[in-house]
């Protein structure tokens, strides 16, 4: 099904392979400016060894951030062209009227983000964060299931005092003693909770109605433009997520894979196996389902939204989220 796959397995793990076995298109732009966050992801192999750029025939110029506050940012101002961004930060910018369009489905979270709180913060059941002091990055996946999550415990919002940090400066407070909780992604969850415990996943609140994920988003005029790009870059996402998919049990701390990932991301790699294992990726059929690109994006979207409108986050619900939406890229993809 993936004829590019084929040619990676054949060449074992290594990943140089990756490169090879992606035939250089002409492309519309000479450089593309591509915003991501410190997640270990599959696709981050071929980022790091040039794959993409071989596959679309152009620079690429990998930018990563640190919050979705952040990357909305990059999106409104022009700095990227297509960027990572996690389904709470892209209903925020919608709602700010930033243009842009959904194309593919990066991740789906289960336990690779988490509330977690700290030893010693006197916290052994929901009901003890009452008046605790918990870290999250605002407008992220990781707000909206907070949020949620008080939501679900009966935790007014008045009686937790959330703060705005970066995981990375979640991590710096941890070890202070300054915040009690965190909710985050890796690798500053693997990092805080060598100090604490898990109090609940995004996969355990997905399964309560409210799932977040991350997607890739474009800038429409960009893609519109750049047509060939679009779908190389889409099947050299395809090709490595469903080479991870089928080599799972091989991508170990001392494997190629995972060293690159750990060296492209900042990630310890004894902690990126289990990362990944804690996070989801679809194949391009699953990407094209109802479920996902054919209508469920667009109704978590519209769920994100609502949920924040109701916290006072944003002023508006628009009335079709499948307007933001656009599965073009993965239909031509398997096309190919």
């Not at 992220?140 to 705005?164: D, G, K, M, Y």
């Not at 519209?302 to 073009?328: C, H, M, W």
Request: hydrophobic content about 45%; aromatic content about 8%; glycine content about 8%.
């Amino acid at each position: 099904m993936y004829p590019k796959l084929r040619n990676l397995i054949a060449g074992a793990v290594g990943v140089g392979c990756l490169a090879a076995a992606a035939a250089p298109q002409q492309a519309e732009a000479d450089t593309v400016t591509i915003g991501h966050f410190g997640v270990p992801t599959p696709w981050k192999v071929a980022a790091a060894n040039g794959a993409f750029a071989d596959a679309t025939g152009v620079d690429i110029d990998w930018r990563q951030f640190d919050s979705g506050a952040k990357v909305i940012s990059a999106l409104a101002s022009g700095s990227v062209d297509l960027t990572a961004l996690g389904s709470s930060p892209s209903a925020v910018a919608i709602a700010q009227g930033v243009d842009m369009e959904v194309f593919y489905v990066d991740k789906v979270f289960a336990s690779a983000e988490a509330f977690a709180v700290r030893d010693g913060a006197g916290i052994t059941a929901p009901q003890d964060l009452r008046g605790k002091t918990i870290a999250v990055p605002l407008a992220s996946t990781t707000h909206f299931h907070l949020l949620f999550a008080l939501e679900q415990f009966n935790i007014p919002r008045s009686e937790v005092e959330i703060v705005n940090m970066s995981p990375n400066q979640a991590v710096a407070a941890w070890k202070r003693g300054d915040i009690d909780g965190a909710f985050v992604w890796n690798p500053a969850l693997g990092e805080i909770l060598k100090s604490g415990r898990l109090l609940i996943t995004s996969g355990q609140l997905a399964q309560w109605g409210k799932p977040t994920f991350d997607g890739f988003v474009a800038d429409p005029e960009f893609a519109d433009e750049n047509p060939e790009f679009m779908v190389s870059f889409v099947e050299t996402l395809a090709d490595i997520n469903a080479r991870y998919n089928a080599e799972k049990t091989e991508w170990t701390p001392e494997s190629k894979p995972v060293k690159t990932i750990a060296s492209f991301t900042g990630a310890d790699p004894n902690q990126v196996p289990q990362v990944l294992g804690g996070i989801g990726f679809l194949s391009l059929e699953e990407q094209a389902s109802k479920q996902w690109l054919g209508g469920g994006v667009a109704t978590a979207l519209e769920a994100t939204s609502v949920f924040l409108k109701n916290q006072g986050k944003i002023d508006e619900v628009r009335e079709d989220y499948g307007q933001v939406v656009d599965p073009s890229w993965v239909e031509k993809a398997r096309a190919n």
